[in-house]
T-cell receptor, first 112, second 111 residues
């Protein structure tokens, strides 16, 4: 059973456009929602994270929107750049500090 | 650079063999996590250690085992290897809660 569902599987965006990746979860006990960026041949790198007590968090061009009632959260990449081309994973975790449940990933390609 | 190191970077071995993957966490992090990343399964949590003790277990096969040593480095042992064990294996570390930082991974190829 996939605890975190991520869409789309792949995304192509023009340079300067907005990239939007969506995730949904089932377990209402989750209380930490990170996004990771992974380049080919590299490990996932923490991009931005949110806790359910806020509805939005912004860091530079990256914004997480969180809808607790719908059990959904999304990553928005503003002014997308070719250097943003990577695979993005959402995840959900518990405050016990144990495992993360990862989405299946979104391959983002930003066309110059 | 996350501060998490993993060795070796690549490993090629044959079916039935046994290998050991090594991970050194970020300075000060007591928790170590192991994940397996394959094309069809995505990132799957295997096991977590905290300060030398097993803290949580995920989808880890009985042929796989791990430990965390007093200096906090961790090793993942994979035995009786099968073709399907070919994957990227990541180690992550964190302080007590959340914010897991991933290492560069070990690519295991079983022939």
């Amino acid at each position: 059973q996939q605890q975190v569902k991520q869409s789309p599987q792949s995304l192509i965006v023009q340079k300067g456009g907005i990239s939007i990746i969506n995730c949904a979860y089932e377990n209402t006990a989750f209380d930490y929602f990170p996004w990771y960026q992974q380049f080919p041949g590299k490990g996932p790198a923490l991009l931005i994270a949110i806790r359910p007590d806020v509805s939005e968090k912004k860091e530079g061009r990256f914004t997480i929107s969180f809808n607790k009632s719908a059990k959904q959260f999304s990553l928005h990449i503003m002014d997308s750049q070719p250097g943003d081309s990577a695979t993005y994973f959402c995840a959900a975790g518990l405050n016990t500090g144990n495992q993360f449940y990862f989405g299946t990933g979104t391959s983002l390609t930003v066309i110059p | 650079d996350s501060g998490v190191t993993q060795t070796p970077k690549h490993l090629i071995t044959a079916t039935g063999q046994r290998v050991t993957l090594r991970c050194s966490p970020r300075s000060g992090d007591l928790s170590v996590y192991w994940y397996q990343q394959s094309l069809d399964q995505g990132l799957q949590f295997l096991i977590q250690y905290y300060n030398g003790e097993e803290r949580a277990k995920g989808n880890i096969l009985e042929r796989f085992s791990a430990q965390q040593f007093p200096d906090l480095h961790s090793e993942l042992n994979l035995s009786s290897l099968e073709l399907g064990d070919s994957a990227l294996y990541f180690c992550a570390s964190s302080a007590l809660y959340n914010e897991q930082f991933f290492g560069p991974g070990t690519r295991l190829t079983v022939l």
